[in-house]
């Protein structure tokens, strides 16, 4: 069988034939009819009548049929051919293809489908362990473990920085230190991408395609460039997948929205250096070959260099100090050129190939994933609709921003239309509260009451009167707690009233409920984190705050009232001995959250390792809140 599709591709050299014209030229159909018959003695009449109304014409899903089918073909053959036919000259009455020609022809497709065929077995693999090894280690935490073992494996293999002692902090300015345990994960991708790329290659001699001349070397140099080019391509949805908010395994998983970005940059390094070196080598052979010249006009070869040479550009232009200073422009760039990207590799496809191989089928597959990540965020900035959001400044540092009529935990992100033109800028601002203060509540009881636990403080316990008078008093809102540093949150500070749109709600990532105690680290803003945990929490809490005033305290005193509490205004809190003190000789289960600065986050995930692999009986658990760059 191998032998007729190939007698096809031979016949082509030389100019480039019309599907009509294989269907209908008899010199053609001939030909062909009297290889298969002579050299396929062993495959089922309907088979060879079903690769003959398939792959005749071409391999397009609209090509047209054959004029006559396989055995109305090779009856019409008027005499037995005589006449050898030779590659590149004219094909004009019925010929016979020698066994060498054959043979020949028959090593070169049959090697190449099966190496398409693993090529595309691998990329497979690939995509689904990128996705589903995350679901299968976050369920590890359904088993019961000892929880001593659990703190020393934790603090041995999973919490600590992969070197050093920072991960939140850039090294150097320009990276994050991942952590151990998204070290070796990072390490599976590197690893299984490096194998999947040089293992699985065959060839065969004689070989019409790679003839002697070039040889073996020539087959697996070309197989290998075909291979890290799938596997760039199967890197591409995987990449996608990480970078939403949307993100799937987000609930499918514990790992954080944080831990996926960092994944999804990692990934995006390695597909863009894939799609270098496939067409590096490309360029090679072609240079080689001496087609370049004419090669390179073409449109697939256009294509292919703008998808490379724009995910390329991506990467130095993703850098963390173009994204932490310039976030606004990195968000309209990044997203203008990976759709540079997405359109560069379809095209490169479907002007090469066509749909003959399905390498399209990767890109539709991310398109559909990011489709699908921006179709939810519309769904959820329209189910909330356009609100009015409220801005009170707290000190030279921060402003509360109000938003009635909305609810939700956790955080969410905010789009101020009105204040830029580009209105897709938004902005992520962790929930600080979800009931807001009536307009018609004394200004002395509108941030100093516990309004989201009357009926359950002691303060509003006095009467049944009395709780109905404060609930009547309230509203059901949203407050975020925002740090002026510039871009549009500094534009807030001028105004009063505005336009928002609300993209939530993204809820606290884990629960934590099955901790006895839960302690709070918290650095000025980081409390809006805290506070839906401490809120939600059913055992013992405590809040360690430090804040470089006392007015963003004030604020929130409401929210955090009934809270056991240390606070620390403008001074540094010792976090060795807080931790110290809370875990050493503590014989119940407990949580530690921590949000806030990255130098903060750091130092607890340090002494929290340190004194999980030195003390004895510590039963732990890390959680880090925080946006991450």
Request: glycine content about 6%; charged content about 15%; aromatic content about 12%.
């Amino acid at each position: 069988m191998h032998g007729g599709m190939i007698m096809k591709r031979e016949m082509d050299m030389g100019s480039e034939t019309s599907p009509d014209c294989y269907a209908t030229d008899d010199a053609f159909l001939h030909t062909l009819a009297h290889c298969m018959s002579t050299h396929c003695h062993d495959v089922a009449v309907w088979d060879l009548e079903k690769y003959w109304n398939m792959n005749v014409a071409g391999n397009q899903p609209n090509q047209p049929l054959p004029k006559a089918t396989y055995q109305q073909t090779l009856a019409d053959i008027p005499t037995e051919p005589t006449d050898t036919l030779v590659v590149g000259e004219e094909l004009n009455h019925t010929m016979v293809v020698s066994n060498e020609d054959y043979q020949g022809s028959y090593n070169a497709q049959g090697v190449f489908e099966k190496m398409e065929d693993t090529n595309e077995r691998y990329g497979i693999a690939l995509l689904v362990s990128g996705a589903i090894i995350p679901i299968v280690f976050s369920f590890l935490r359904f088993i019961p473990f000892p929880t001593t073992l659990v703190t020393k494996f934790n603090s041995w293999f999973i919490d600590p920085p992969a070197f050093g002692t920072r991960h939140k902090t850039p090294i150097a300015g320009l990276f994050h230190m991942p952590t151990r345990g998204q070290a070796f994960f990072i390490f599976y991708l590197i690893a299984i991408n490096i194998i999947l790329s040089a293992i699985g290659f065959k060839s065969s001699q004689p070989n019409s395609w790679y003839p002697s001349v070039l040889g073996t070397d020539g087959q697996i140099v070309s197989y290998f460039t075909n291979r890290v080019g799938v596997l760039s391509f199967a890197n591409i949805p995987l990449l996608f997948l990480y970078a939403g908010r949307n993100n799937i395994l987000l609930s499918l998983t514990n790992w954080s929205h944080g831990t996926f970005l960092l994944l999804h940059r990692w990934v995006a390094w390695i597909a863009t250096l894939q799609a270098i070196l496939h067409s590096i080598i490309y360029l090679q052979i072609y240079v080689h070959d001496g087609t370049h010249a004419s090669e390179s006009k073409l449109p697939y070869w256009i294509w292919g260099v703008v998808a490379t040479l724009c995910m390329s550009i991506l990467l130095p232009a993703s850098m963390l100090p173009i994204r932490k200073n310039l976030y606004e422009f990195f968000l309209a760039w990044h997203v203008l050129l990976s759709i540079f990207v997405l359109v560069g590799c379809l095209w490169h496809i479907v002007a090469r190939f066509q749909h003959q191989w399905g390498y399209e089928n990767w890109i539709y597959t991310a398109i559909a994933v990011w489709g699908f990540e921006r179709m939810m965020r519309i769904a959820r900035l329209a189910r909330n609709g356009v609100k009015t959001a409220r801005v009170t400044i707290v000190d030279e540092d921060y402003i509360r921003v109000n938003i009635e009529d909305i609810s939700g935990s956790g955080h969410a992100f905010l789009y101020f239309p009105t204040l830029t033109w580009r209105i897709w800028e938004n902005h992520p601002f962790s929930v600080a509260s979800t009931v807001l203060p009536s307009n018609d509540l004394p200004d002395t009881l509108k941030y100093d009451t516990d309004i989201e636990k009357l009926g359950s403080s002691s303060e509003a316990s006095d009467s049944d009167s009395r709780e109905r008078r404060y609930q009547s008093l309230t509203k059901v809102g949203m407050t975020f707690l925002v740090r002026t540093k510039g871009g549009i949150t500094s534009q807030l500070r001028s105004q009063e009233t505005l336009p928002v749109l609300v993209e939530s709600a993204y809820g606290p990532h884990e629960d934590l409920s099955q901790y006895s105690r839960l302690i709070c680290i918290a650095g000025g803003v980081g409390i809006t984190a805290c506070i839906p945990f401490l809120r939600a929490h059913p055992g013992a809490t405590k809040l360690y705050w430090g804040a470089r005033s006392r007015s963003i305290m004030d604020v929130m005193a409401s929210s955090l009232r009934g809270v056991e509490q240390e606070t620390y205004v403008g001074k540094r809190m010792n976090i060795t001995d807080v931790l110290r003190q809370e875990m050493v000789g503590s014989a119940t289960t407990m949580a530690v959250l921590v949000s806030g600065p990255s130098e903060m986050a750091d130092e607890v995930r340090y002494v929290i390792g340190e004194l999980g692999r030195q003390e004895k009986g510590i039963r732990v658990k890390l959680l880090e809140e925080a946006f991450s760059w």
